[in-house]
């Protein structure tokens, strides 16, 4: 029986996957009233493609749909 294994480089990408988009959403609550909300869904669109660009499919489908 083969093990799946994870690769450094896969398990921080998975990281980011989750810390990522939370951090910037965290970033941006103060500056709710002065940041339109369409710049701010850029933000996070942008954060979720330079996830997917890591290469790791898993983490940038954990990036996109928010599962936790």
Known sequence: ???WRMSRRDGVAMLAGVAAPLALAAL???FRGSFPNT???LALILVVVA???NGYRPAG???A???R
Do not use: E
């Open 1 to 3: 029986m083969q093990m």
């Open 28 to 30: 941006v609550i103060p």
């Open 39 to 41: 710049d701010a869904a």
């Open 51 to 53: 996830v997917a660009a």
């Open 61 to 63: 489908y954990l990036a």
């Open 65 to 67: 749909t928010g599962r």
